[in-house]
Nanobody, 126 residues
């Protein structure tokens, strides 16, 4: 089991940037792929981006490709999401999560991840 704590959310104008962090403790961080998901009010949770256990591979949803960058620092047990050129439709609660299976690449369904954090709110005003 892993404990995850997201931070870095906030209110930003369209076109602005935010950097989210996800601090992990518990299960060995460096042997599992990680991902960011988001959930807007009244909508289902959706996949945003994933990164492999070593950080060499990344995968993005089409809606954020070219604007968001996922990264990780295994020495610090932390994952990041750099979000640039933010749009109002990016408004959501953002969650980080760890793949259920060790060294798997790549899963995009929420059911393939567990031990979700509490989330951090991102609000983009127009």
């Amino acid at each position: 089991q892993v404990q995850l704590v997201e931070s870095g959310g906030g209110l930003v104008q369209a076109g602005g940037s935010l950097r989210l962090s996800c601090a992990a403790s518990g299960r060995t961080f460096s042997t599992y792929s990680m991902a960011w998901f988001r959930q807007a009010p009244g909508k289902e949770r959706e996949f945003v981006a994933a990164i492999s256990w070593g950080g060499s591979s990344t995968y993005y949803a089409d809606s954020v490709k070219g604007r968001f960058t996922i990264s990780r620092d295994n020495a610090k047990n932390t994952m990041y999401l750099q979000m640039n050129s933010l749009k109002p439709e990016d408004t959501a609660v953002y969650y980080c999560s760890q793949d259920k299976r060790i060294r798997r690449w790549v899963a995009t369904a929420g059911g393939e991840y567990d031990d979700w954090g509490q989330g951090t709110q991102v609000t983009v005003s127009s």
